[in-house]
């Protein structure tokens, strides 16, 4: 099954470290969800996804082998509980796709460090987001971080 990244994953070099033995095999959207943030990390709200009518997420899609799951899986706390996996489907050019998504185990809310959503809206950008998504993420408020 592919993997569908919404976050700093969506950096093709960045998931070139990560999972090395998985390709890229194209971006998309997924509709009916929305990124937001949630729990607290070491410099404030985690990304997440949530269902949400009417919106959508701009995602890159990876073919991740079992050996690259099993590390994604640590890199992103799944092994831990701290995220899970959801199935989803992916609206691409080629038609439809079903994909996992990490989704936080915890609540929606708090803020996100300037650090995160500037991390996230770089990887955006180096997979290909449109202009408008990228600057929907750019001005989201965020505190300075720790």
Known sequence: MLYAAYGSN???HQMAL???HSPLRGTGWLPGWRITFGGEGWDGALPTLVEEPGQQV???LYDVT???ETALDQW???TT?????????????DGE??????????????????????????AAEAAGAPDDYLAELRSRPCSSGW
């Open 76 to 78: 992103e706390s799944a």
């Open 58 to 60: 701009f995602v890159a």
């Open 81 to 93: 509980g701290l995220y899970r996996k959801v199935r989803v489907r992916v609206a691409t050019l």
């Open 10 to 12: 969506l950096d093709p």
């Open 97 to 122: 796709q079903t994909a996992w998504v990490y989704v936080l185990n915890d609540f929606e809310g708090g803020m996100p460090s300037a650090l995160t959503l500037g991390v996230l809206a770089d």
């Open 18 to 20: 990560r999972c090395p």
């Open 66 to 68: 079992s050996t690259d």
